[in-house]
């Protein structure tokens, strides 16, 4: 993969979904609605064919996940 990851969390102190890349020291930008942070997460995710990843908003686990680089086919293992 070519570009860094991209995550999409909650931010409690804002109330508004983050969207930053791995490693960032600060967020790409802020989200209203959930269906509008991970439409622009994935966006920036496929542009820079890296993965994308999502938080659940209550613990902030990784809840969702998919790659947008160039995946080895067949897969190793």
Do not use: C
């Not at 791995?22 to 942070?37: F, V």
């Amino acid at each position: 993969m070519s570009g860094k990851n991209v995550h999409q969390s909650w931010d409690s102190e804002r109330q508004q979904w983050k969207v930053g890349r791995e490693g960032a020291s600060r967020a790409s930008g802020y989200r209203d609605t959930e269906s509008e942070a991970r439409e622009w997460s994935q966006k920036l995710a496929k542009d820079s064919g890296s993965e994308w990843i999502k938080h659940r908003k209550d613990n902030n686990r990784i809840h969702q996940r998919n790659s947008y680089g160039d995946d080895p086919f067949p897969p190793r293992g």
